[in-house]
């Protein structure tokens, strides 16, 4: 199995502390539209001043009422004027908060956009050591995560957290000012106590959580995976077996629920408790202010209101709490991968590469993948401009790892490699992958139309360049037999074509990048004989003015090489032509040998 390349925190002060490294490292992207975060503020402090003002229009009204109970010409005047208060500060709260929505939105996107393309190059900058180890569905998981990660932690603190924590300082402020001290002091000790309670609770209840989380997860798997082996459950008349299997899972997950059920009811019983207490004590100092006319009844009804109006949010604490948590842990791991260092990186001099004639010059190479395994041995060549260069050699002997070194998805251990004098470490990798078409043994395609594949060798190519580059891979004639021909969806990874066509597409979009230098790792692997035979003397059309490197396991396509080197266990054991390493009688003739005895063994069947 692959280890990850990147890891989780492990333990909660970890996760605390990613956490606040997490929002230093995305708050600046929020920062540089201070002007609008400041605004959204501000429009944010207006709805709850102006929500606030709502309940205090209220108590003005219920005293009114009293007061003037015996007198109608005050009762139409003085509420008149209470009740459009009372309708202008519900419609300015409102207002307020589609403000700070409005003022905010755009900041949330741009900052969602900037960072995911960040996430996005960067991924695309990584070595290829970080894209062979990488767990696909697991990097797409975080990165999705970590988007919506971002947005959850947005919403929860600017339209939860922070609005609630304005309107705590209101309230205390208006009871201190207005009232005696015993209504602020039981309002904050409430809350400090109720916060207190929830989050320990909460933080409790998450292992019950997280527990039935994963046990769900199993009872799933096990029962995709047997639904999956159909056929082998009825061949071994399993049934029971299964059920028996599948049901202990979800009796495992029913204890796990219950518990997670059980931890929530005590959260929500002791948070009804907390607030159910400091109500009572409010109101008894309220309705003790009313008996003895140091208060009115509206006063009375501004203290519960406020109470009400404080505590609805507050309900809800343990659910932001978790779900804060959640969005910082999965942003940790989408800033993780920014974190991540490039392996292969341009010198701080580098200049781009000038290619002259594309001569190509191996020094002494010595290269290993891991430091306990070494794959090239003081690796000595070179290809002369213009002209063609095989490497040829059983598998595992490192013909590939020469072309990846070549267009520097790595970096030599040992010696050098220059183009035209110029090392490659010393150029841009821009410049250097530019000059440089690989057709690669395993072609990947994107799930797009032909035309799109063949023509990401050279964006903005015209049709007819497209199509020129097709005919020349002898591909022209089975796009255009196909019913959509150009515009046909050659699927995930291009696998609704057949391998043969699939390298035959990429062999056209190399044509279409038009490079100095050429290498052919296996390109040919995918194709019949005759196909092979087809395109062969295209390929040598193709390569007789450019730089090429061709790798191959078939010797027949790298007869007419200017020098061909056997490689073996990562050492040059033999070079020259055709025809010398045939009569040297060495491991090339060897080899020859052998797949011309087996090519006859098959055309005799």
């Given at each position: 199995m692959r280890r990850r390349s990147y890891l989780p925190p492990s333990a909660?002060?970890?996760?605390?502390?990613?956490?606040?490294?997490?929002?230093?490292?995305?708050?600046?992207?929020?920062?540089?539209?201070?002007?609008?975060?400041?605004?959204?503020?501000?429009?944010?402090?207006?709805?709850?001043?102006?929500?606030?003002?709502?309940?205090?229009?209220?108590?003005?009204?219920?005293?009114?009422?009293?007061?003037?109970?015996?007198?109608?010409?005050?009762?139409?005047?003085?509420?008149?004027?209470?009740?459009?208060?009372?309708?202008?500060?519900?419609?300015?709260?409102s207002l307020f908060a589609e403000l700070r929505e409005i003022m905010f939105s755009r900041v949330t996107q741009r900052a969602l956009r900037t960072v995911s393309l960040r996430v996005f190059r960067h991924l695309h900058q990584l070595s290829l050591r970080f894209h062979l180890n990488r767990q696909t569905g697991g990097l797409a998981r975080d990165i999705e995560r970590g988007s919506r990660g971002m947005l959850s932690l947005i919403n929860y603190t600017l339209y939860n957290i922070l609005p609630t924590l304005v309107e705590v300082g209101l309230v205390i402020a208006y009871l201190l000012w207005r009232y005696d001290i015993w209504f602020a002091l039981i309002t904050l000790v409430t809350l400090v106590v109720y916060v207190t309670y929830t989050v320990l609770v909460t933080d409790w209840r998450t292992q019950f959580r997280r527990r039935m989380n994963e046990l769900d997860s199993e009872a799933n798997t096990r029962a995709i995976d047997s639904i999956l082996n159909y056929e082998t459950v009825k061949y071994f008349g399993n049934e029971n077996?299964?059920?028996?299997?599948?049901?202990?899972?979800?009796?495992?997950?029913?204890?796990?629920?219950?518990?997670?059920?059980?931890?929530?009811?005590?959260?929500?019983?002791?948070?009804?408790?907390?607030?159910?207490?400091?109500?009572?004590?409010?109101?008894?100092?309220?309705?003790?202010?009313?008996?003895?006319?140091?208060?009115?009844?509206?006063?009375?009804?501004l203290i519960n209101a406020l109470l009400v109006q404080l505590y609805i949010p507050l309900n809800y604490l343990g659910v932001i709490y978790r779900e804060i948590r959640q969005s910082m842990a999965d942003m940790e791991r989408l800033f993780g991968l920014l974190a991540r260092e490039r392996e292969i990186t341009d010198a701080v001099d580098a200049q781009?590469?000038?290619?002259?004639?594309?001569?190509?010059?191996?020094?002494?190479?010595?290269?290993?993948?891991?430091?306990?395994?070494?794959?090239?041995?003081?690796?000595?060549?070179?290809?002369?401009?213009?002209?063609?260069?095989?490497?040829?050699?059983?598998?595992?002997?490192?013909?590939?790892?020469?072309?990846?070194?070549?267009?520097?998805?790595?970096?030599?251990?040992?010696?050098?490699?220059?183009?035209?004098?110029?090392?490659?470490?010393?150029?841009?990798?821009?410049?250097?992958?530019?000059?440089?078409?690989?057709?690669?043994?395993?072609?990947?395609?994107?799930?797009?139309?032909?035309?799109?594949?063949?023509?990401?060798?050279?964006?903005?190519?015209?049709?007819?360049?497209?199509?020129?580059?097709?005919?020349?891979?002898?591909?022209?004639?089975?796009?255009?037999?196909?019913?959509?021909?150009?515009?046909?969806?050659?699927?995930?990874?291009?696998?609704?074509?057949?391998?043969?066509?699939?390298?035959?597409?990429?062999?056209?979009?190399?044509?279409?990048?038009?490079?100095?230098?050429?290498?052919?790792?296996?390109?040919?692997?995918?194709?019949?004989?005759?196909?092979?035979?087809?395109?062969?003397?295209?390929?040598a059309e193709i390569a007789r003015h450019r730089t090429t490197l061709m790798i191959a396991h078939r010797l027949s396509t790298v007869a007419d090489a200017a020098q061909i080197l056997v490689l073996d266990q990562g050492r040059i054991v033999e070079c020259g032509t055709h025809a010398e390493l045939i009569a040297r009688g060495g491991a090339y003739a060897q080899m020859w040998e052998l797949q011309q005895a087996r090519h006859e063994a098959t055309n005799g069947r």
């Amino acid at each position: 199995m692959r280890r990850r390349s990147y890891l989780p925190p492990s333990a909660d002060g970890a996760e605390q502390r990613s956490g606040w490294r997490t929002l230093q490292t995305f708050w600046p992207y929020l920062w540089v539209y201070k002007w609008r975060v400041l605004l959204a503020m501000l429009f944010m402090v207006g709805a709850k001043l102006t929500g606030m003002g709502v309940p205090l229009v209220l108590k003005e009204l219920i005293d009114a009422m009293s007061i003037g109970a015996g007198e109608p010409h005050a009762l139409l005047v003085l509420p008149l004027g209470v009740l459009l208060a009372y309708g202008a500060l519900r419609l300015m709260a409102s207002l307020f908060a589609e403000l700070r929505e409005i003022m905010f939105s755009r900041v949330t996107q741009r900052a969602l956009r900037t960072v995911s393309l960040r996430v996005f190059r960067h991924l695309h900058q990584l070595s290829l050591r970080f894209h062979l180890n990488r767990q696909t569905g697991g990097l797409a998981r975080d990165i999705e995560r970590g988007s919506r990660g971002m947005l959850s932690l947005i919403n929860y603190t600017l339209y939860n957290i922070l609005p609630t924590l304005v309107e705590v300082g209101l309230v205390i402020a208006y009871l201190l000012w207005r009232y005696d001290i015993w209504f602020a002091l039981i309002t904050l000790v409430t809350l400090v106590v109720y916060v207190t309670y929830t989050v320990l609770v909460t933080d409790w209840r998450t292992q019950f959580r997280r527990r039935m989380n994963e046990l769900d997860s199993e009872a799933n798997t096990r029962a995709i995976d047997s639904i999956l082996n159909y056929e082998t459950v009825k061949y071994f008349g399993n049934e029971n077996y299964e059920a028996a299997k599948y049901d202990d899972g979800l009796m495992r997950l029913e204890a796990a629920a219950l518990k997670s059920q059980t931890a929530l009811s005590v959260l929500n019983a002791g948070q009804t408790v907390i607030v159910a207490i400091a109500v009572t004590l409010l109101l008894w100092r309220a309705t003790q202010g009313v008996i003895d006319g140091a208060m009115t009844l509206g006063d009375l009804v501004l203290i519960n209101a406020l109470l009400v109006q404080l505590y609805i949010p507050l309900n809800y604490l343990g659910v932001i709490y978790r779900e804060i948590r959640q969005s910082m842990a999965d942003m940790e791991r989408l800033f993780g991968l920014l974190a991540r260092e490039r392996e292969i990186t341009d010198a701080v001099d580098a200049q781009a590469l000038r290619v002259a004639g594309g001569e190509v010059r191996f020094s002494q190479v010595d290269f290993s993948y891991e430091h306990n395994r070494q794959i090239l041995f003081g690796v000595d060549f070179t290809i002369p401009a213009g002209t063609t260069t095989a490497v040829v050699g059983h598998s595992g002997s490192g013909k590939s790892t020469l072309a990846r070194l070549l267009f520097r998805f790595y970096d030599v251990q040992g010696g050098s490699i220059a183009i035209d004098g110029q090392d490659v470490r010393c150029v841009t990798q821009e410049s250097l992958r530019a000059a440089i078409g690989i057709v690669p043994q395993d072609t990947v395609l994107f799930n797009d139309t032909i035309e799109y594949n063949i023509g990401y060798g050279r964006p903005g190519a015209t049709r007819a360049e497209i199509e020129a580059a097709a005919r020349a891979a002898y591909i022209h004639d089975f796009i255009v037999s196909l019913p959509d021909g150009y515009a046909t969806i050659v699927g995930e990874r291009g696998l609704k074509l057949s391998g043969g066509e699939k390298q035959r597409v990429a062999i056209a979009r190399t044509l279409l990048k038009d490079p100095a230098i050429l290498v052919f790792d296996e390109a040919t692997s995918a194709l019949d004989s005759q196909a092979e035979q087809a395109i062969q003397a295209q390929l040598a059309e193709i390569a007789r003015h450019r730089t090429t490197l061709m790798i191959a396991h078939r010797l027949s396509t790298v007869a007419d090489a200017a020098q061909i080197l056997v490689l073996d266990q990562g050492r040059i054991v033999e070079c020259g032509t055709h025809a010398e390493l045939i009569a040297r009688g060495g491991a090339y003739a060897q080899m020859w040998e052998l797949q011309q005895a087996r090519h006859e063994a098959t055309n005799g069947r």
